[in-house]
């Protein structure tokens, strides 16, 4: 017997930079099916991405990169875990059988987050992404509105470049830090003492120092 409430399924069709964001916006299409059951009025669709870190291989310079998330590498089994990335809530029409629609998603350069230290420590290759569904569906049975509980998942595999590209295009060249004001403003009196051009300058000088 046919279901009585839409019966969902998403699919992850790719990845893209969002175009004439503001800030860095990674776009994921998806395709939406409605297998069987009734159309659907309105769809709230609740996105939960992971980042499922223990389903790739990672080469030495990776490892070592990953450190500060994962300790040492001979420990991942044990700590090599999934990371949540990112949230998002998409609000479709009606449509019937099928419909297509995005996840967006902002990306920060800020090395406080687990996720940008992840995804700067990657050489290259694929990045894999669990994709957890949720939300409600909306739609009339018997003339009256119904509800519905939304649940299911797809696995994707990113490729690191996307991250990265969009970072480049972004950032060219460069990489940020948040610091709090009393360290900037005893860095920006080291460089005015030593009467420094630039920030590169500073750290350099400071590391020559240090030993590093």
């Not at 019966?7 to 992850?12: A, C, G, K, M, S």
């Not at 991405?49 to 990953?66: C, F, K, P, T, V």
């Not at 994707?156 to 610091?179: C, H, N, T, V």
């Amino acid at each position: 017997m046919p279901s009585r409430h839409p019966d969902l399924r998403i699919e992850v069709t790719g990845v893209e930079p969002a175009e004439a964001a503001a800030v860095p916006t990674l776009r994921f299409p998806l395709r939406i099916a409605n297998q069987e059951g009734p159309q659907v009025r309105s769809l709230t669709l609740a996105t939960h991405i992971r980042i499922d870190a223990a389903a790739r291989a990672y080469g030495r310079d990776e490892q070592a990169r990953l450190v500060e998330l994962f300790g040492a590498p001979e420990d991942w089994g044990r700590t090599l875990g999934s990371l949540l990335w990112a949230r998002a809530v998409t609000q479709l029409p009606a449509f019937g059988r099928s419909a297509d629609a995005a996840v967006e998603v902002t990306c920060t350069y800020d090395f406080e987050v687990a996720a940008t230290k992840f995804f700067h420590g990657l050489d290259g290759g694929d990045v894999p992404l669990q994709f957890l569904f949720g939300g409600t569906v909306f739609y009339v049975d018997d003339g009256r509105l119904q509800a519905a509980p939304v649940r299911c998942e797809y696995d994707f595999r990113m490729p690191a470049r996307a991250w990265k590209d969009l970072m480049d295009r972004y950032f060219p060249g460069s990489a940020w830090i948040r610091l709090s004001r009393d360290a900037f403003d005893r860095l920006h009196a080291y460089r005015a003492r030593h009467t420094l051009v630039g920030w590169d300058d500073v750290v350099d000088a400071l590391l020559r120092t240090g030993g590093g």
